[in-house]
């Protein structure tokens, strides 16, 4: 059972949560002047947000989910567009206390799915195009366990112009690794394929 406080250890929490709070300090160094006042570890958390709301500093998930709602039926908006849902989220951010774009964004879709509404997702990345010099580096390597530096000089040299972002770094990385794999290959008599 959870040990209760008085009302004055309570106060003295709050105060020191107030102080470390206008002090500019962050959340964690907030929690540990919480427990020197007298706060359990295991409650710490819970009161940090209940004094966060009380405080004024942030809203209650029901405060949120009202200020949601509000602002998708004030708007009239069409969640399924970017324009739609960038203007309810814009809407909640400004309304809101202490709510981000992305904690927006989040609110919104976690309405629109409790809703079972349609809900714009920003259209997923096709990912970046890996560079393939260590693909290259490592089928010239297993080819040629005996390649000297010229050999790897001459892997990186074959990537196309702007695909060479960094060569003398790849040269260092790698040169230990064409190192290791050649002493491998000289201890077990490996040959080249």
């Not at 004055?8 to 107030?18: G, K, M, P, T, V």
């Not at 560079?131 to 990537?159: Q, S, Y």
């Amino acid at each position: 059972m959870a040990e209760e406080k008085s009302g004055d250890e309570l106060n003295e929490i709050l105060d020191a949560f107030n102080t470390a709070i206008d002090a500019g300090k962050e959340e964690d160094d907030i929690k540990m002047a919480m427990i020197g006042a007298g706060a359990t570890f295991k409650n710490v958390t819970r009161l940090y947000n209940d004094y966060l709301v009380q405080t004024g500093r942030a809203m209650t998930k029901e405060a949120k989910a009202e200020l949601v709602e509000g602002a998708v039926t004030a708007k009239g908006a069409d969640l399924t567009t970017e324009d739609g849902f960038g203007k309810v989220q814009a809407a909640v951010v400004k309304g809101g206390t202490n709510v981000s774009e992305s904690s927006a964004a989040a609110l919104i879709r976690a309405f629109a799915k409790k809703n079972e509404m349609e809900c714009y997702a920003k259209p997923k990345g096709t990912g970046a195009v890996r560079n393939p010099f260590v693909t290259n580096f490592h089928e010239a390597l297993i080819a040629n366990p005996h390649m000297d530096e010229d050999g790897l000089k001459a892997v990186i040299a074959a990537l196309e112009p702007q695909q060479q972002v960094n060569p003398t770094r790849w040269f260092n990385q790698h040169n230990a690794i064409r190192r290791m794999v050649n002493k491998i290959a000289v201890e077990n008599n490996i040959k080249a394929a």
